[in-house]
């Protein structure tokens, strides 16, 4: 069974502070997904990662796969209150279904 | 716009009562699934379909039927709700066995009294 752990589940940076999110998981894949959801709202993309040592950055925010380590992390630079949300990553073993973590409730306070 | 529509957004209904929570998209994936959503258990996949006429089970299929007659759409039914399946529920399609990454409704909010 695939398991994926996301640490922290709760993080709470002060706005302009650097900090990384983990996503570790049991078995190997090659496809991982970051997700953003604001409260009560849908899940928004941010980074779809499909090879080991994949690296993409939007804004703030630059997401990392490590096959080999089976961890991606989720990389927060000079955090901004519009950051505040919960991020999620998937793995996807199959093709056919997406194995999400807990989620990483982030508040950024001034 | 490319999207993946649900609807409703937010339905209240009485147990026993038969309902179905539409999904449809507009960017002709093969790949539809449902999701539901549980404080504490996260999101987990229930129903799947990797093209018109091939469906299967996820993590939770239990109460759930789900048919897909057309490509674009990918309806979930609830032939007999009961109060556990209360949650909120998330369409999602993609192309190329995710490839180009998942696309998400915006959620269908289900109560169930």
């Known amino acids: 069974e695939l398991k994926v752990e996301q640490n922290p589940l709760f993080l709470s940076m002060q706005e302009g502070k650097n900090y990384t999110i983990y996503c570790n998981y049991s078995?190997?894949?090659?496809?991982l997904y970051w997700y953003r959801q604001d409260p009560g709202k849908s899940l928004e993309s941010l980074f779809v990662?499909?090879?080991?040592?994949a690296v993409k950055q939007e804004g703030r925010l630059m997401a990392s796969l490590d096959t080999k380590a089976r961890l991606s992390t989720l990389h927060i630079t000079a955090a901004v209150h519009d950051l505040s949300a919960t991020y999620f990553c998937?793995?996807?073993?199959?093709?056919?279904?997406?194995?999400f973590g807990k989620g990483t409730s982030l508040l950024v306070t001034p | 716009e490319a999207q993946v529509t649900q609807n409703p957004r937010y339905l209240i209904t009485v147990t026993g009562k038969k309902l179905t929570v539409t999904c449809s998209q507009n960017?002709?994936?093969?790949?539809m699934s449902w999701y539901r959503q549980d404080p504490g258990l996260g999101l987990r996949q229930i129903y799947y379909?990797?093209?018109?006429?091939?469906?299967d089970k996820g993590d939770v299929p239990e109460g759930y039927k789900v048919s897909r007659k057309e490509k674009r759409n990918f309806p979930l039914i609830l032939e007999s709700p009961s109060p556990n399946q209360t949650s909120l529920y998330f369409c999602?399609?993609?192309?190329?066995?995710?490839?180009?990454?998942?696309?998400f409704g915006s959620g269908t909010r289900l109560t169930v009294v």
């Open positions: 998937a793995v996807d073993m199959s093709g056919y279904a997406l194995n």
């Open positions: 078995t190997t894949s090659d496809r």
């Open positions: 990662l499909l090879s080991n040592g």
């Open positions: 960017m002709n994936h093969e790949y």
């Open positions: 379909s990797m093209n018109v006429e091939v469906t």
């Open positions: 999602a399609s993609c192309l190329g066995g995710g490839l180009y990454g998942y696309t």
